[in-house]
């Protein structure tokens, strides 16, 4: 009997040296192929007992060439062992759809490959002789080899709990239709239901919505699927007009569960946007959860999908000012008004591009919380501000969130750095006024600590939004800084001098010192000395700057 003929199919010379070397002890007789096209026409020729071919490979990839090969009647009996360097499951399961007989990734294991081969090729050598024997010798390698790639197969491509198609069939739907649209349906507060009722009857909520699905859309256009815990969707084809999905939208304004009564409220996004399809029914239902709408369609014009850009912008710009060390505080002087002279510094951080451009935190910083940069952020201005008043006298400020001073991680972090700095007298820690403070005593007790290294605490903004006098007296702040928006108008509002009269004679009587913010003009600075505010800061003063000055 003649020995097996292995034909590779591959671009790599490597990669075809590796295989010949791996199977070097089997009595096999190697053909090779530089690409598809001319192993497809190898295979014709030759007939061989194996084909091991590579995914990735220029002009024509091995999806296709296993395509052809399948549709060929002369050589679609031929086992087909693909490697290739992808390792992901999905591509592995579109090797089996496309009918490779098995997959291993490079770099391989020779034993492993050598047995698979060895395998594959035996199925082969017991049949050489006509047609017949061709057919049954493929159903035998059916039998044998594709039950489990047909179970993993379905598995990989359905929902076991409702029996649907998973999210990895919607993805692969959608990339081979056109003209689709997508219904996104998201059972509101889900979690709820599992946390007070248990798996068993969630589980059981959601079989039965999956009925009251397929009820309600019926149809060979609409295709139903479970993408996620509480996340469904429907596939619609031919819908060419948003009133088409408004409808169907509104057939999930309500739906119980008789059982045991439990009644779901649903947040639909959906999108008629092929280019991108899925992602922009996620944009929608993201975008309806949080303005609070039931249903809503994706606009690529509406500014409220814009933030999403915006938001992946600057995240990106975040990320690179963080990898390239362009996390730069500025410092701003507050000037004494009694002395006339700079006593203090802000620290205030800024995002310096590598071209020169400088970007405000109004930018960046809320975006950096959504995307949890904020903390490394935070201890980048910590670090270098420490740097630079270290051989300085000067006062400097830095600012935290509330949130900063109840993180274990953070506040030792600023608890490493006090040990280790020698002014720390000259620190200020400075706590937004308008920021919520959710758990008092670990403020509080991150107040104490920082106060025990002889630190200061400063109220930032106080007077935005709401004033909360009973911050000054839980929190015991050393320092009122008087917000913006009542210092700015003070040479034209008489209400807002009289409020912030008002603020400055509290403060004094409690023994704590008061900063007015927004100091952009002469007027303004001359009527903040005659309302006895302490320290004056604002572009009249000084505007922000890389470097201090040391006079």
């Not at 820690?429 to 400063?458: D, H, M, P, R």
Request: charged share 25%; proline share 2%.
């Amino acid at each position: 009997m003649k020995n097996p003929l292995i034909l590779i199919i591959d671009d790599n010379f490597d990669s075809r040296l590796a295989v010949c070397a791996a199977l070097r002890k089997k009595e096999y007789v190697f053909l090779e192929a530089q690409g598809a096209k001319e192993g497809i026409g190898m295979a014709i020729e030759y007939s061989p007992d194996l084909i091991i071919l590579d995914i990735v490979m220029p002009e024509i990839d091995g999806y296709e060439a296993l395509r052809i090969i399948k549709e060929n009647d002369k050589i679609k009996y031929i086992p087909i062992l693909v490697v290739s360097a992808l390792s992901t499951m999905s591509e592995k399961i579109v090797a089996l759809e496309y009918g490779a007989d098995g997959m291993f990734v490079k770099p391989f294991d020779r034993v492993h490959l050598a047995e698979q081969v060895e395998a594959l090729v035996g199925f082969r050598k017991k049949n050489i002789n006509g047609k017949a024997e061709l057919i049954e010798q493929k159903e035998s390698l059916d039998n044998v080899l594709h039950r489990q790639s047909k179970e993993l197969i379905h598995f990989y491509y359905t929902d076991p709990l409702t029996g649907l198609p998973n999210r990895n069939k919607l993805i692969r739907d959608i990339s081979n239709v056109k003209n689709l649209s997508l219904i996104l349906v998201d059972i509101d507060c889900f979690k709820d239901i599992v946390y007070f009722y248990g798996h068993e009857i969630s589980d059981m909520c959601l079989k039965s919505f999956t009925l009251k699905l397929k009820e309600l859309i019926k149809g060979d256009k609409y295709k139903h699927y479970r993408i996620s815990g509480d996340i469904f969707a429907i596939l619609v084809s031919e819908c060419s007009e948003a009133e088409e999905l408004n409808s169907i939208m509104k057939l999930f304004e309500n739906f119980t569960y008789e059982e045991c009564e439990i009644h779901f409220r649903f947040t639909i996004g959906a999108s008629m946007y092929n280019r991108e399809l899925l992602i922009s029914a996620e944009k929608a239902l993201k975008t309806a959860k949080a303005t609070n709408e039931n249903m809503l369609i994706y606009d690529e014009d509406s500014q409220k999908f814009k933030s999403y850009e915006q938001n992946i912008f600057w995240t990106n710009k975040i990320v690179e000012a963080i990898s390239y060390n362009k996390i730069i505080p500025f410092y701003q002087p507050i000037l004494n008004n009694k002395t006339n002279k700079i006593e203090k510094y802000e620290c205030l951080v800024r995002i310096v591009e590598r071209d020169g451009s400088i970007h405000a935190p109004i930018k960046f910083l809320d975006i950096s919380k959504k995307s949890k940069h904020y903390a490394a952020i935070t201890k980048n201005v910590i670090e270098k501000s420490f740097k630079e008043f270290e051989n300085s006298d000067y006062q400097f400020s830095i600012n935290l969130s509330a949130k900063d001073m109840v993180d274990s991680e953070m506040s030792e972090y600023i608890y490493s750095k006090l040990n280790s700095f020698g002014g720390c007298n000259r620190v200020i820690f400075e706590l937004l006024e308008s920021e919520g403070i959710e758990n008092y005593n670990t403020v509080y007790a991150f107040i104490s600590k920082v106060k025990e290294y002889g630190c200061q605490i400063a109220i930032d903004d106080f007077g935005s939004g709401y004033s909360n006098f009973i911050h000054l007296l839980r929190l015991k702040v050393d320092i009122i800084k008087i917000d913006g928006s009542l210092v700015k108008d003070l040479d034209r509002d008489e209400n807002t001098q009289i409020i912030v009269e008002t603020i400055v004679d509290f403060a004094r009587k409690l023994g704590i010192l008061t900063v007015a913010e927004f100091v952009h003009s002469e007027s303004i600075s001359s009527i903040v000395k005659y309302l006895g505010v302490d320290y004056s800061q604002g572009y009249f003063i000084g505007e922000p700057s890389s470097k201090i000055v040391i006079v």
